[in-house]
């Protein structure tokens, strides 16, 4: 079954700097990739996925994100966070059913 | 509007009482799934359906039924709820092909008490 492991719970970053969060799958068949962000008392919303083709996705809100099929990983970044980007990120992995890493929160400080 | 409901959004209930969590998506997707949030443990899948009447255990089932009698409705069942099934649960739901993205619900924040 996939699994997916997200390498940091928690990442404090200042306003202005660039950001990764990381993200690892084990998969040893085709596999869809997808990052999520839910905001403070609010559901998840798809922040970019990666189904085929170009290995840099970009998202929404100035983010993207890189599949390294070699390393197993799709690292999600941003070259300058805001205050508002203060959420918590889920990767997930979809082959069967979706699966979803433990979750990293980004606090961005002024 | 494209979306997943709902209801109730929040919900204090005593050990054993028997409880429904509704669920209900307008846009005649095919899976819909029920997870779990806790923190530190991420989304975990309780239950999932790939269409009417075909349902199948997620990785934390115990304690859930489910039923899938209509495509759009998959309400999710606690017979007996206990504390540690305090938490806060979402519906999602996405069409048959991979490149439907995951639409989820608002999320239904339970204490059992």
């Known amino acids: 079954a996939q699994s997916v492991t997200q390498l940091d719970s928690q990442v404090p970053v200042f306003e202005e700097a660039p950001v990764e969060l990381r993200c690892n799958y084990s998969?040893?068949?085709?596999?869809?990739l997808f990052w999520y962000v839910q905001y403070p008392n609010q559901g998840l919303q798809l922040l970019l996925k990666?189904?085929?083709?170009?290995?840099l996705v970009k998202g929404i809100n100035g983010f993207e994100a890189e599949f390294n099929k070699s390393q197993t990983s799709f690292h999600l970044r941003k070259p300058s966070v805001h205050i508002s980007d203060t959420a918590e990120y889920f990767c997930a992995a979809l082959d069967n059913d979706m699966r979803f890493g433990a979750g990293t929160r980004l606090t961005v400080k002024p | 509007e494209a979306q997943v409901t709902q209801n109730p959004r929040y919900l204090i209930t005593v050990t054993g009482k028997k409880l429904t969590v509704t669920c209900s998506q307008n846009m005649n997707h095919e899976y819909m799934s029920w997870y779990r949030q806790d923190p530190g443990l991420g989304l975990r899948q309780i239950y999932y359906s790939m269409n009417v009447e075909v349902t199948d255990k997620g990785d934390v089932p115990e304690g859930y039924k489910v039923s899938r009698k209509e495509k759009r409705n998959f309400p999710l069942i606690l017979e007996s709820p206990s504390p540690n099934q305090t938490s806060l649960y979402f519906c999602?739901?996405?069409?048959?092909?991979?490149?439907?993205?995951?639409?989820f619900g608002p999320g239904t924040r339970l204490t059992v008490t």
């Open positions: 999602a739901s996405r069409g048959r092909l991979a490149a439907y993205e995951q639409y």
């Open positions: 990666y189904l085929s083709g170009s290995t």
């Open positions: 998969s040893s068949v085709s596999v869809y």
